[in-house]
């Protein structure tokens, strides 16, 4: 079944081709969901949400673009959403400890597979998650994670810098494990 197809199905609303975008898209657009979400709970509850909101709106897309980038926009969109701007304030205590901790070894990275860098990033507070994510993963400039996240561009910008200071103490402490 072609993606034109499932596409015209779903708008129809039939059955058989929700079923089938389901099925072929689920796993693609879960791994969005996970980026985004606490737990894997929360990114299956996300991950639901998204799909009523594809099949509410599939009407309304348009084969300009690519049908999967819209619907990654649908999860990335529905995933912010559960969060609110609270959370780029509470994460500016404990910035003094992040900054004095020792850069992490030029190859500290190379021994690390996705799994164990996406677990990473799951640890990282909300806040620094969803700019990371939007940044790193989605390409998103500090400019557009403004505008979607409703913050200022120099906020994104900090907010960066305190996730990837983050991620190299977790690196550090990961390391040091390790010896």
């Known amino acids: 079944m072609t993606e034109e197809k499932i596409i015209e199905g779903c708008q129809k609303g039939k059955p058989l081709y929700q079923k089938e975008l389901v099925e072929r898209?689920?796993?693609?657009?879960?791994?969005?969901s996970r980026r985004y979400a606490r737990d894997n709970e929360s990114a299956k509850?996300?991950?639901?949400?998204?799909?009523?909101?594809?099949?509410?709106?599939?009407?309304?897309?348009?084969?300009?673009?690519?049908?999967?980038?819209?619907?990654?926009?649908?999860?990335?969109?529905?995933?912010?959403?559960?969060?609110?701007?609270?959370?780029?304030?509470?994460?500016?205590?404990?910035l003094g400890e992040l900054?004095?901790?020792?850069?992490a070894p030029p190859d500290a990275y190379a021994h690390l597979g996705a799994e164990e860098l996406m677990n990473?990033?799951?640890?990282?507070?909300?806040?620094?998650?969803?700019?990371?994510n939007l940044f790193v993963l989605e390409g998103y400039s500090h400019k557009e994670i403004g505008v979607i996240?409703?913050?200022?561009?120099?906020?994104?910008?900090?907010?960066?810098?305190?996730?990837r200071n983050f991620l190299k103490k977790m690196l550090i402490k990961q390391e040091k494990i390790r010896v």
């Not at 898209?25 to 969005?32: E, I, Q, W």
């Not at 900054?99 to 850069?103: F, R």
């Open 149 to 163: 996240l409703n913050i200022k561009e120099s906020t994104s910008r900090s907010q960066l810098v305190r996730a």
């Open 120 to 132: 990473l990033i799951q640890q990282l507070p909300d806040g620094f998650k969803q700019v990371f």
């Open 25 to 32: 898209y689920s796993s693609m657009l879960m791994s969005v």
């Open 45 to 94: 509850d996300i991950l639901q949400e998204s799909y009523i909101k594809i099949f509410k709106y599939i009407h309304k897309y348009k084969p300009i673009g690519s049908f999967t980038a819209w619907m990654r926009r649908i999860v990335i969109n529905t995933a912010l959403q559960s969060f609110d701007k609270s959370c780029f304030k509470k994460e500016i205590s404990g």
């Open 99 to 103: 900054i004095q901790q020792p850069s």
